[in-house]
């Protein structure tokens, strides 16, 4: 967690804020303009300069925050993201294609062989492709705002402790507490499938509570414990190849992962 405060900085203007999208579908950046409510707000207290859905205007030299939505998956996205981290006081990975490699992640396993699956002669316009990964794993990250897509309140939250300071805690439990603090039934007593005993919580178990299970998008959780996961599934008759596989979709290059196999 960043203890720099940008507003603190001796600076007359408003912070200065840039928003990059790489491989993604752009959704999380979509979702940050569905708060209309609070949009003008925020939008009052930071100079947003440079925002490639809304303006072609080139990126600045010098900004405050960067935002920074979508999977690295080319030497020139990691190229940005290096560029970014040296040139931004504070950076701000969004969605889980930022902060997991979310769904392009799941070709990063023999990733050399992906390209030639899809393409006879791979299009220079595709660059110098390499194995898809969060923002986190080229450059130090301040910053989170996870689910895909994102939480747009959510995003203010973090924005504003991106720009002001703040001591608030990053939760590491795992989703299946705030289920049962909300008093929702599980899903495994049901012999279905739900990966909220291993996926990181702070979403409020919002799929849950609308009757569907949780698919893992906020990534695996610090604490969760993989063998015992397993152990329930076996217990619940749930597939524990099918657990296997689930987990692929939001964690496929996560090192906890690789080693609880």
């Given amino acids: 967690m960043s203890g720099y405060c940008i507003a603190c900085q001796e600076k007359p203007q408003p912070p200065c804020v840039v928003v990059v999208g790489l491989a993604s579908c752009f959704g999380c950046q979509l979702q940050i303009t569905n708060v209309e409510e609070h949009l003008l707000d925020v939008l009052g207290q930071i100079d947003l300069r440079y925002w490639q859905l809304t303006s072609s205007e080139p990126m600045p030299e010098a900004f405050d925050v960067a935002v920074i939505e979508g999977a690295v998956t080319t030497k020139e996205a990691e190229e940005t993201v290096r560029q970014l ?58 910053f989170e705002v996870r689910t895909c897509p994102v ?8 924005l504003q402790r991106a720009l002001y300071g703040s001591n608030k805690a990053v939760p590491t439990r795992t989703m299946c507490g705030d ?30 509570n609308l009757g569907r299970p949780c698919n893992g998008c906020r990534g695996l959780s610090p604490d969760a414990n993989l063998p015992s996961a397993r152990e329930a599934c076996e217990r619940y008759g749930v597939p524990v190849a099918d657990f296997d596989k689930a987990l ?14």
């Avoid at 950076?91 to 979310?102: L, Q």
Wanted: charge should be negative; glycine fraction near 10%.
């Fill in 85 to 142: 981290r040296e040139r931004a006081g504070a950076v701000i990975a969004i969605g889980a294609c930022a902060t997991t490699a979310g769904i392009p992640g799941m070709a990063a396993a023999g990733f050399s062989e992906r390209p030639g699956q899809v393409y006879d002669l791979v299009p220079e316009a595709c660059g110098d492709m390499i194995a898809p990964q969060p923002v986190g794993a080229v450059i130090d990250v301040d």
């Fill in 151 to 158: 939480d747009s309140l959510d995003f203010i939250d973090v």
């Fill in 179 to 208: 289920c049962k603090r909300n008093e929702t039934s599980c899903f495994f007593g049901k012999q279905q499938l739900c990966l909220g005993l291993v996926t990181r919580a702070g979403c409020g178990a919002r799929c849950v």
């Fill in 248 to 261: 692929e979709m939001f964690n496929q290059v996560n090192p906890a992962l690789a080693a609880s196999e």
